[in-house]
């Protein structure tokens, strides 16, 4: 039993261990959201950029086009022998014109929106990949953290094959398939009053006798769980704990 009460504790520390190993990388998980608000903030100021480019790209081929269009116009000039359709032709020119200059003005405001846009973009760059090395610092503490976890787990369960030696192996397995029913609390735990430290039902006066001897292993004919004496242990705190 004293045996058991040591690989419980062990087993416990292990335990503790496999939840931090569980519970440290969720820590990464708001990190996780910031660098998409990141991402998504850079992904924003280029997508605008690429719409002000796209938009200069259309303003000049709409240029060309219109140009294109008027040399059409004064090719039929020569051709047209009434005064009306000649004016009409000098009207539609007139109309492409003023097409070609208000594209001309719009790209010359592009250029200087696309000036202070490159401008804000390596601002938002520099701010970004500031912001992200932070991010991957506090990462970088949090992995670190993560494999002391797994370090002490490792050197931890090294010490259970010299306790499982000591143990008789079908005691062993009572007490492995004990922890798989009862994943949180204690599974060997301390008989006060006749009442068992697990479930905190009374157990029957014969058991609680051979247990406060100590010569015997009983089992809570409630719950299941191995039974000790406290006062047979000179550990106080493994004697003491309950679930």
């Not at 008027?70 to 109309?95: C, M, S, W």
């Not at 506090?138 to 992995?143: F, G, N, P, S, V």
């Amino acid at each position: 039993m004293r045996n058991l009460l040591a690989l419980q504790k062990l087993d416990d520390k292990i335990g503790a261990c496999k939840a931090r190993e569980v519970e440290i990388p969720k820590q990464k998980t708001k990190f996780d959201i910031q660098r998409k608000r990141l991402k998504a903030e850079l992904d924003e100021r280029e997508q605008s950029i690429t719409a002000l480019q796209l938009e200069q790209k259309d303003c000049e081929s709409t240029i060309e086009q219109r140009k294109a269009q008027i040399l059409k116009y004064q090719q039929q000039l020569n051709d047209v022998k009434k005064n009306d359709e000649y004016q009409a032709l000098l009207h539609e020119i007139e109309l492409e014109k003023k097409q070609i200059a208000a594209r001309e003005e719009r790209i010359l405001n592009i250029m200087v929106e696309l000036e202070a846009a490159a401008e804000a973009s390596e601002e938002d760059k520099k701010r970004i990949q500031g912001e992200t090395d932070k991010l991957d610092a506090l990462c970088a503490e949090i992995d670190d953290e993560l494999g002391e976890a797994v370090a002490i787990r490792n050197e931890l369960e090294k010490n259970r094959d010299p306790i499982l030696s000591e143990v008789p192996a079908d005691l062993i397995r009572r007490y492995n398939r004990l922890r798989r029913n009862y994943a949180k609390g204690k599974i060997v735990v301390p008989v006060n009053n006749e009442v068992c430290g697990g479930c905190h039902m009374h157990i029957r006066a014969q058991v609680a006798i051979e247990v406060m001897e100590g010569n015997k292993i009983h089992a809570c004919q409630h719950c299941g769980r191995l039974l000790f004496h406290p006062a047979n242990f000179e550990e106080p705190e493994a004697a003491t704990q309950e679930s």
